[in-house]
């Protein structure tokens, strides 16, 4: 789709400079041109821009859309590699983390795991944490929640927390309102 409308303003644009008869001695109407090249790629911008707002809304309609997120506070007790997320006993995510991505957990980011589609009703859903716990020993947990999925869109939040009263960490699935 966006090749398609890549090849069309790149035929258009060469249709606008044959009928506009650009020379190379006409500074003037150069200018004039580049003005309006310009405005073409701000036009082409901002409908490339909504064109995937709209490819969102179709794909994503939010009476189905369910959307999944991780954070993480501190840190200290839990060194975070990887996140499996499984749905009604379907794999639909898996992220392997950088040091950065982590580093910008630790400083109050969000990120965006999964983005999805679900029927009205109940369901499962599984979140597999997987990293290094103290003593820099591997460290693998689970968590489960069932959510129960209306009209609307749906999100969820896995957080991660240290839990400084047994000094381990802590493993939360909770769902936004």
């Not at 006409?26 to 707002?53: C, G, T, Y």
């Not at 809304?57 to 997120?69: D, G, I, K």
């Not at 400084?164 to 493993?171: G, I, L, V």
């Amino acid at each position: 789709m966006r090749n398609t409308l890549y090849w069309m303003m790149a035929l258009w644009l060469a249709g606008a400079m044959a009928v506009t008869g650009v020379r190379a001695g006409e500074l003037p109407e150069a200018q004039v041109m580049d003005r309006e090249v310009q405005q073409l790629k701000d036009e082409v911008i901002d409908l490339n821009r909504e064109l995937f707002m709209l490819e969102e809304e179709l794909l994503f309609p939010a009476s189905t859309q369910v959307s999944v997120f991780v954070s993480m506070d501190v840190g200290e007790y839990f060194a975070l590699d990887s996140v499996q997320l499984t749905l009604d006993g379907k794999p639909v995510s898996k992220y392997l983390y950088t040091e950065r991505e982590v580093e910008a957990l630790k400083r109050g980011g969000v990120h965006r795991l999964y983005i999805g589609n679900l029927r009205s009703g109940t369901h499962e859903l599984v979140a597999i944490f997987t990293g290094q716990g103290t003593h820099e020993r591997d460290y693998r947990r689970g968590t489960t929640l069932q959510i129960e999925k209306g009209i609307g869109a749906k999100y969820v939040e896995l957080a991660i927390s240290d839990r400084s009263s047994k000094m381990q960490p802590d493993f939360t699935v909770r769902e936004w309102e």
